[in-house]
């Protein structure tokens, strides 16, 4: 029961993990010279490395704000399964602790759903899309089977 | 109001070690226009000492990508002297008051070629060590909204809206819960002699000692009717006592 338990957090945990590293790490674009994400576009021009703030369009910001949305849907999450953890009774399913990751895991679907598709105009030809875009796209399955996992369990002992 | 704050911090000036002395320069910090607009571009500054008859203005321009910086506006000995050579001869107009600290300088009819770095230094001498503060001039087709606001407003309403769904939920379990008792304590209330009734719709939601054993069981009938419809949500919440 208690291994099981840690799993389940070990698990919840993870995807929180990489919800954040994807969010704030500069690496959604890469290219030779530079590289960018949703927050800022550094690049490095005759040996000096200097940023500036990503380009003001609102398809950005939309996904600015469903990345932290699904960090801060998440975290919940966590405090709600503590809480639901220590109150439910016997037999009961943790619903609600589900449901906050579950939304956690779509606004990321969503987030990386929108960057893809607005990619062709925001990712150069000469540039790729970088390890931060991956683990968004990795942490939107590992989130959604860790709420289903939560609809699905039931309180023992 | 200003000369009194200069006189003061003159005076206390004897007091205060000298490199505190510095002056500070304002500029905003990033500007957007639509092409063919006119900007103004504002720069003030804050100095301890008494605005000097010799203080000078500079602006220098820097193109986005370029590495170097050439000097566009320079006001001194109280005379402006504007650009007359580079990109922005007769687009370029000071539009400042030194007088009142403040140097500004209107640029016209702007075109994609104006993004870049706009940089004032001003010196009020004896007041001359300091920052100079640079400005980013962006022009647009057309204005973009700014950095954040959308970010702030989809975040706002999903958190607002989460708020307002357990505010929600809390006051329905609140409202039914009282629905319940109050419906019970009205049927004892029929029941009952007129005087008992109206005492017992006194008497705290939890005090159900004071009534006789049939209705405390319809009470607790129509109380697990309610908790039932609750388990069909999918919430268990511990039964009334």
């Given at each position: 029961m208690l291994i099981l338990l840690l799993g389940i957090v070990f698990l919840h945990v993870a995807a929180l993990?990489?919800?954040?590293?994807?969010?704030?790490?500069?690496?959604?674009?890469?290219?030779?010279?530079?590289?960018?994400?949703?927050?800022?576009n550094c690049s490095t021009t005759n040996g000096?490395?200097?940023?500036?703030?990503?380009?003001?369009?609102?398809?950005?910001?939309?996904?600015?704000?469903?990345?932290?949305?699904?960090?801060?849907?998440?975290?919940?999450?966590?405090?709600?399964?503590?809480?639901?953890l220590?109150?439910?009774?016997?037999?009961?399913?943790?619903?609600?602790?589900?449901?906050?990751?579950?939304?956690?895991?779509?606004?990321?679907?969503?987030?990386?759903?929108?960057?893809?598709?607005m990619s062709p105009k925001w990712v150069a030809p000469t540039e790729t899309l970088g390890w931060a875009y991956i683990l968004a796209w990795v942490a939107f399955p590992l989130a959604l089977i860790s709420g289903l996992i939560y609809v699905i369990l039931r309180k023992r002992e | 109001m200003l000369t009194i704050l200069a006189?003061?911090?003159?005076?206390l000036l004897g007091i205060v070690p000298q490199q505190s002395e510095a002056i500070v320069i304002y500029t905003g910090w990033e500007r957007h226009a639509l092409v063919g607009s006119d900007i103004r571009l504002s720069c003030s500054f804050f100095s301890w000492r008494w605005t000097s008859e010799d203080v000078t203005f500079s602006w220098s321009y820097r193109p986005d990508g370029a590495r170097?910086?050439?000097?566009?506006?320079?006001?001194?000995g109280g005379a402006p002297y504007v650009d007359n050579k580079g990109p922005f001869r007769d687009r370029l107009e000071f539009v400042g008051n030194p007088a009142r600290r403040d140097g500004s300088i209107l640029l016209k009819?702007?075109?994609?070629?104006?993004?870049?770095?706009?940089?004032?230094?001003?010196?009020?001498?004896?007041?001359i060590v300091g920052r100079a503060s640079s400005v980013r001039l962006l022009v647009f087709e057309k204005v973009p909204i700014q950095a954040g606001v959308i970010t702030g407003a989809i975040i706002g309403a999903v958190l607002g809206l989460l708020v307002l769904i357990v505010v929600i939920y809390y006051l329905m379990?609140?409202?039914?819960?009282?629905?319940?008792?109050?419906?019970?304590?009205?049927?004892?209330?029929?029941?009952?002699?007129?005087?008992?009734?109206?005492?017992?719709?006194?008497?705290?939601?939890?005090?159900?000692?004071?009534?006789?054993?049939?209705?405390?069981?319809?009470?607790?009938?129509?109380?697990h009717k309610h908790r039932t419809t609750q388990v069909i949500d999918g919430h268990l919440t511990p039964p009334p006592p």
């Open positions: 993990v990489l919800l954040f590293v994807s969010t704030t790490v500069s690496a959604w674009t890469t290219g030779a010279a530079r590289s960018s994400d949703l927050w800022h000096e490395f200097h940023c500036e703030p990503a380009s003001t369009g609102e398809w950005i910001q939309a996904v600015q704000a469903l990345m932290i949305l699904s960090i801060i849907f998440s975290v919940i999450a966590l405090i709600v399964f503590f809480c639901q220590f109150t439910l009774q016997k037999g009961g399913r943790f619903f609600l602790t589900g449901t906050f990751q579950i939304f956690a895991s779509l606004f990321v679907m969503s987030g990386a759903v929108i960057y893809t598709v | 006189l003061a911090s003159i005076v170097d910086s050439i000097s566009i506006f320079h006001y001194t009819n702007l075109d994609y070629g104006d993004n870049g770095t706009f940089t004032c230094d001003a010196k009020n001498p004896p007041d379990r609140f409202l039914v819960a009282r629905r319940v008792f109050n419906l019970s304590v009205s049927k004892h209330g029929r029941k009952g002699k007129g005087k008992e009734g109206s005492q017992q719709r006194q008497a705290s939601p939890l005090d159900v000692g004071s009534l006789t054993t049939t209705q405390r069981q319809q009470l607790t009938a129509t109380a």
